[in-house]
């Protein structure tokens, strides 16, 4: 079975912090994707990865940024938090073309 | 236009009935659809991929596919409470992205 973990699934910070969510999967997949989930707007995509190093932009990317260092961890990193970044964020990951998604728990992120 | 619709719900049910649950997409050319199940406060999970037109079963859930009219249901039969969920439907719109309807929530009533 894919594994993917969330390093926290509660967080709670305040406004202006630097925060970092974690993500690792142990399928060797070559996509990982962050994602934010809000009541009444569905999952949007923040970033995805297709490979060690490369990065694309979601749908909305404003005020994060990712890192992919190794294949197997890929980092969603708020760079100055605010409170409208409170939400769920879901990481995932796919293998080749047309796989699915496989999901992490999620972190339930509070931006005090 | 929305690139996958979901019928809105809530949907409501009787212990045993069947559930229905429909997504139209708008791209002609994705090739690999998915239903996910989520509960309340927890993430997605996978419960069913199909990537040919038809039907395609897997235990008390059936999937059918029918590219030529963009459409992908997915049935539940003799539905059980813990069916309780909000079933999310995705479609490929590239070689690594996958978008999401906005999913319809199921509620089996005992």
């Known amino acids: 079975d894919v594994k993917v973990t969330q390093s926290s699934r509660y967080l709670v910070k305040r406004t202006g912090e630097k925060v970092f969510l974690e993500c690792v999967q142990d399928m060797d997949h070559e996509n990982m994707f962050w994602y934010r989930q809000d009541p009444g707007l569905g999952l949007r995509l923040i970033y995805f990865s297709y490979d060690v190093k490369m990065k694309e932009k979601g749908d909305i990317p404003e005020g994060y940024s990712v890192s992919r260092e190794k294949k197997e961890r890929f980092s969603l990193i708020l760079e100055s938090a605010s409170t409208n970044q409170t939400s769920m964020y879901l990481c995932a990951s796919s293998g080749t073309v047309n796989q699915p998604q496989h999901f992490g728990d999620g972190t339930r992120l509070s931006i005090l | 236009q929305k690139e996958v619709e ?88 590239n070689d690594y992205k996958l978008s999401f309807g906005a999913g319809t929530t199921v509620t089996v009533r005992a």
Do not use: H
């Not at chain 2, 596919?65 to 059980?80: E, F, G, H, P, T």
């Open chain 2, 6 to 93: 979901q019928n809105s719900g809530p949907l409501s049910v009787p212990e045993g009935a069947i559930a229905s649950l429909n997504c139209t997409y708008s791209d002609r050319g994705s090739q690999s659809f998915f239903w996910y199940r989520q509960y309340s406060g927890k993430s997605p999970e996978l419960i069913m991929s199909i990537y040919s037109n038809g039907d395609k079963e897997d235990g008390r859930f059936t999937a059918q596919l029918n590219k030529a009219s963009q459409y992908v249901s997915l049935l539940i039969r003799d539905s059980q409470p813990s069916d309780s969920a909000t079933y999310l439907c995705a479609v490929n719109i």
